[in-house]
């Protein structure tokens, strides 16, 4: 998501599904690395880390999290997808976008 067509990189539209993970790191990787300490010290390490994962998941990587937080535009049926598109498409179709003179933007020192 951040790499490929963000808000934060000047995408005019971002659509979800309600099924989206939006996260730099999965449930999966995040959970352990952040939870790390409690998993240390806990009887049932396995049983603690589903919890944290279900967690994580919940609260962060989620598409209703992101569009609270307007990094989405809308979490859509998938089966409605198609006419959202069409609609950001019409929507857009007459931007005009003035670009840098320069050919990189950023140069090296």
Not at 11 to 39: F, H, N, Q, S
Not at 58 to 76: G, S
Not at 91 to 107: N, S, Y
């Amino acid at each position: 998501y951040l790499g490929m067509c963000s808000k934060d990189l000047g995408a005019d539209v971002v659509l979800c599904w309600p099924t989206t993970e939006l996260a730099v790191m999965g449930p999966e990787g995040a959970a352990p690395i952040i939870y790390r300490k409690e998993l240390e010290k806990a009887e049932n390490a396995e049983e603690l880390l589903q919890e944290k994962i279900k967690e994580y998941r919940e609260k962060f990587a989620n598409p209703y999290r992101a569009a609270e937080h307007l990094h989405v535009d809308d979490v859509i049926n998938p089966a409605e997808t198609r006419l959202m598109l069409i609609d950001a498409l019409e929507t857009t179709i007459t931007k005009t976008e003035e670009r840098p003179k320069k050919k990189h933007g950023v140069m090296p020192t």
